[in-house]
């Protein structure tokens, strides 16, 4: 269901005390300031706020969600193996999505399903755009949830991907393909790919057996009515018995 109090909007300079400020309540990460420039300028980070547009208190421009990403070459990513494209193409890019939060008074309304749909709708229209990916904490299951519900593959768990106050997480590792884009090859595809085979295998094996107790009947057939022709009519035979055109 919509909201439609709800509005989706690009991240503007003026939203970077308030992007900072839930990034600092959300995450247990602290992020550079660098990094909250460049997201409302737009330098090298794409990004997108939700803000609450029915607000009476002066704040209907303020935001209660965001989503921040960045394009990347896929040569330069690290989950190349995920993908089924070209290594000598430089052109192959995907989309890594670096936050996603929504302030937790607002959850559940499908803002966050709004903002992530709204970087896929951002990388598909990106020619070569193979896929969107992130990492999440082991432990954060609500956003687990969120990313399976939202269809993203679980491709990889990371050992140790993230030191927090002196201690390692683990991260895993989700992937929406877009544009065609898909993985090499999933474990599933392989034993669908060797059923297949083997299915094959033994109704070709099939077929040949059927064959050839078709022939040899045939044959013993050949050989009672061949008593009755020539000898030279019984060398056709012989060489050409494979089709069994004798009878
Ligand atoms: C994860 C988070 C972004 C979800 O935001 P949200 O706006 O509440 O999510 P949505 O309302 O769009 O949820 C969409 C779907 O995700 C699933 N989902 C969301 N939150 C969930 C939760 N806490 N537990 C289980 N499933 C959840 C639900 O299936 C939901 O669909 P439904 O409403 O039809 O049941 C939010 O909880 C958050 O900001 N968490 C803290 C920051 C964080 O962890 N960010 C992600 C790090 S990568």
Redesign the pocket.
């Known amino acids: 269901m919509v909201d439609q109090d709800i509005v989706y909007r690009q991240l503007r300079p003026s939203d970077i005390g308030v992007l900072e400020r839930i990034h600092c309540d ?2 247990p990460i602290r992020y550079e300031s660098e990094f909250f420039h460049n997201a409302v300028s737009g330098r090298d980070i794409v990004s997108w706020g939700a803000v609450d547009c029915s607000r009476t208190d002066g704040r209907s421009d303020e935001l209660v ?1 965001f989503v921040t990403a960045r394009t990347i070459l896929a040569n330069d990513s690290e989950i190349g193996d995920m993908l089924r494209y070209d290594p000598t193409r430089t052109d192959q890019t995907l989309v890594y ?1 670096l ?4 302030v937790e008074s ?9 903002l992530t749909r709204e970087v896929i709708k951002y990388a598909s229209n990106l020619a070569h755009c193979q896929a969107v990916y ?1 990492h ?1 904490i082991s432990y ?4 687990i ?2 990313y399976k ?1 939202l269809c993203f593959k679980f491709v990889r768990r990371l050992s140790g991907f993230y030191y927090i106050q002196g201690q390692h997480y683990d991260s895993l590792l989700f992937v929406y393909y877009v544009n065609g884009g898909r993985s090499p090859c999933s474990p599933l595809e392989i034993v669908a790919t060797v059923a297949a085979y083997v299915k094959s295998f033994f109704k070709l094996m099939v077929t040949r057996l059927w064959k050839s107790e078709e022939k040899v009947s045939r044959w013993s057939k050949c050989k009672e009515s061949s008593r009755l022709l020539t000898a030279q009519n019984k060398r056709n035979i012989t060489s050409d018995s494979d089709g069994c055109q004798c009878v």
């Open positions: 959300l995450f969600g999505i936050t996603l939060g929504v607002y959850r559940n309304r499908g803002i966050a399903a709004a992130l999440v954060n299951n609500p956003a949830q969120f519900k």
